[in-house]
DNA sequence: AAAGGCAGCAACCGCACAAGA
DNA sequence: ATCTTGTGCGGTTGCTGCCTT
C-alpha cells in the first residue's frame, strides 16, 4: 500500500491552465500570500487544482520575474559549467540563472543544449586518445585534444552509436552520496566503475577520463565565446587521484572497514573528508556567482554530505 | 490542403527528505 | 522512535503547433 494521494484526484482539474485560473491563482498569492500550505491552497483560493499543481504553476509560470525566452551564450555556458560538475540538479542550476526556473533549464537542456554538444560530435575514430602512463595504485587517465570550442569539448564524449554520453567523469561526488551519507554504507556499488553517463545516471568516482574546470589547458577564446572546461593529466588534481585510489584500494583491502559508519566514525570520516575536500574541486568556474556560493548551495541541499565534510 | 512526424514545453508523477505530531 | 504529511526535485508524459512530404 503506498501513500495516500495528496489530493482527490478524482475532484481536481488536470492540464493546462487557463487564464482564469492563472489570474485567480494570481492574485490570492498577491493578496494573501501562499499561507504556507499548498496542499490547502487550491481551497482557500478556489481553485480546482491539485496544491501542487498551484506551486508548479506559481513557481514556473506566474511568479515575479521569470524569465522567458532564449538563452544567452553565457548562461548556455553555465549550464554546461554546473552539468558537468554537478549533473542533473536542475534546482541548484537554476539558483545560478536568475530568473530561469529548474524546469526550464531542465526542457532547455533536453531539447536543445543536449543536441547542440551532440550535434557537432566527430565521429568516433577521429577521436583517438592518447593514454597517459598511470602511478602505481591510480588508474590510467586519458585526456582529450584541448579545443576553443565548449560544444566540441563536451560534445567529444558524446557517442552516436549509444546516444549516450561516455568515458567522462564530472569531478564530483556520486549523487547518492552527496544526498544521503548512509546510501555510502549500504551501496557499495556506487564505487564500481562504470562507462557511461546521462542526466539520469549517478555520478561515480571518476574512473578514466576527467572532465575538470578552470586552471590551465583549454582557455577561453578571445571574445569569450568559450568557456575555461578543461580536462587532461595536468588539470587532474593529485589529491582527487589520490582519493579515488583511496576509495578503490580501500574497498578492496578492507570493504568493511570503509563503509561501516557506525563503528568506524572518526578516522575513516576524517580521511573521507580530507579527500573529499581535495577532490570536490570547482575550480575557476567562470559564474556570477562565487564558487564558495556555489559549493554553498551544495552543502545546504545535501545535508548527508554536510555532515562529515567541512570546507 | 491534408496527414504525419517532430520538437518544444507545460504539467504530471513518484520518490526522497524534512518537519512535526 | 515511528508515523504522517507537506514540500521539493528530477524524470517523464502528452499536448500543441510547426514543419515536411
Given at each position: 500500500?503506498?501513500?495516500?494521494?495528496?489530493?482527490?484526484?478524482?475532484?481536481?482539474?488536470?492540464?493546462?491552465?487557463?487564464?482564469?485560473?492563472?489570474?485567480?491563482?494570481?492574485?490570492?498569492?498577491?493578496?494573501?500570500?501562499?499561507?504556507?500550505?499548498?496542499?490547502?491552497?487550491?481551497?482557500?483560493?478556489?481553485?480546482?487544482?491539485?496544491?501542487?499543481?498551484?506551486?508548479?504553476?506559481?513557481?514556473?509560470?506566474?511568479?515575479?520575474?521569470?524569465?522567458?525566452?532564449?538563452?544567452?551564450?553565457?548562461?548556455?555556458?553555465?549550464?554546461?559549467?554546473?552539468?558537468?560538475?554537478?549533473?542533473?540538479?536542475?534546482?541548484?542550476?537554476?539558483?545560478?540563472?536568475?530568473?530561469?526556473?529548474?524546469?526550464?533549464?531542465?526542457?532547455?537542456?533536453?531539447?536543445?543544449?543536449?543536441?547542440?554538444?551532440?550535434?557537432?560530435?566527430?565521429?568516433?575514430?577521429?577521436?583517438?586518445?592518447?593514454?597517459?602512463?598511470?602511478?602505481?595504485?591510480?588508474?590510467?587517465?586519458?585526456?582529450?585534444?584541448?579545443?576553443?570550442?565548449?560544444?566540441?569539448?563536451?560534445?567529444?564524449?558524446?557517442?552516436?552509436?549509444?546516444?549516450?554520453?561516455?568515458?567522462?567523469?564530472?569531478?564530483?561526488?556520486?549523487?547518492?552520496?552527496?544526498?544521503?551519507?548512509?546510501?555510502?554504507?549500504?551501496?557499495?556499488?556506487?564505487?564500481?566503475?562504470?562507462?557511461?553517463?546521462?542526466?539520469?545516471?549517478?555520478?561515480?568516482?571518476?574512473?578514466?577520463?576527467?572532465?575538470?574546470?578552470?586552471?590551465?589547458?583549454?582557455?577561453?577564446?578571445?571574445?569569450?565565446?568559450?568557456t575555461q572546461i578543461s580536462y587532461g593529466r595536468d588539470n587532474i588534481k593529485q589529491e582527487g587521484m589520490a582519493f579515488q585510489s583511496y576509495i578503490?584500494?580501500?574497498?578492496?583491502?578492507?570493504?568493511?572497514?570503509?563503509?561501516?559508519?557506525?563503528?568506524?566514525?572518526?578516522?575513516?570520516?576524517?580521511?573521507?573528508?580530507?579527500?573529499?575536500?581535495?577532490y570536490f574541486d570547482f575550480g575557476e568556474i567562470p559564474l556570477h556567482y562565487a564558487l564558495d556560493e556555489v559549493k554553498q548551495l551544495i552543502r545546504?541541499?545535501?545535508?548527508?554530505?554536510?555532515?562529515?565534510?567541512?570546507?
Amino acid at each position: 500500500m503506498g501513500r495516500a494521494p495528496c489530493c482527490d484526484k478524482a475532484n481536481v482539474k488536470k492540464g493546462p491552465w487557463s487564464p482564469e485560473e492563472d489570474s485567480k491563482l494570481k492574485e490570492y498569492i498577491e493578496k494573501y500570500g501562499t499561507g504556507g500550505n499548498w496542499i490547502a491552497f487550491p481551497q482557500k483560493a478556489g481553485l480546482k487544482r491539485c496544491g501542487k499543481s498551484c506551486r508548479l504553476r506559481w513557481l514556473n509560470y506566474l511568479r515575479p520575474n521569470i524569465k522567458h525566452g532564449e538563452f544567452s551564450e553565457e548562461e548556455d555556458r553555465i549550464i554546461c559549467t554546473l552539468f558537468a560538475n554537478i549533473g542533473s540538479r536542475w534546482s541548484i542550476i537554476a539558483a545560478q540563472l536568475p530568473g530561469r526556473t529548474d524546469n526550464d533549464i531542465k526542457n532547455y537542456w533536453n531539447t536543445k543544449l543536449k543536441k547542440k554538444l551532440m550535434g557537432i560530435n566527430p565521429p568516433a575514430h577521429e577521436r583517438k586518445l592518447p593514454t597517459f602512463a598511470s602511478s602505481p595504485g591510480i588508474p590510467p587517465f586519458q585526456s582529450q585534444p584541448l579545443s576553443s570550442s565548449l560544444y566540441e569539448e563536451c560534445s567529444s564524449y558524446y557517442s552516436q552509436t549509444t546516444k549516450s554520453f561516455s568515458g567522462l567523469e564530472a569531478i564530483s561526488f556520486p549523487s547518492n552520496y552527496l544526498s544521503s551519507s548512509s546510501s555510502l554504507a549500504t551501496n557499495p556499488s556506487i564505487f564500481q566503475t562504470h562507462e557511461s553517463w546521462v542526466g539520469s545516471q549517478p555520478y561515480y568516482p571518476v574512473t578514466e577520463n576527467v572532465l575538470t574546470l578552470g586552471s590551465e589547458g583549454s582557455r577561453s577564446s578571445d571574445d569569450g565565446s568559450s568557456t575555461q572546461i578543461s580536462y587532461g593529466r595536468d588539470n587532474i588534481k593529485q589529491e582527487g587521484m589520490a582519493f579515488q585510489s583511496y576509495i578503490s584500494t580501500g574497498l578492496e583491502e578492507n570493504p568493511k572497514s570503509m563503509l561501516n559508519y557506525d563503528s568506524n566514525r572518526g578516522e575513516n570520516l576524517k580521511q573521507w573528508a580530507e579527500k573529499a575536500n581535495a577532490y570536490f574541486d570547482f575550480g575557476e568556474i567562470p559564474l556570477h556567482y562565487a564558487l564558495d556560493e556555489v559549493k554553498q548551495l551544495i552543502r545546504s541541499s545535501n545535508s548527508g554530505f554536510n555532515s562529515f565534510v567541512q570546507y
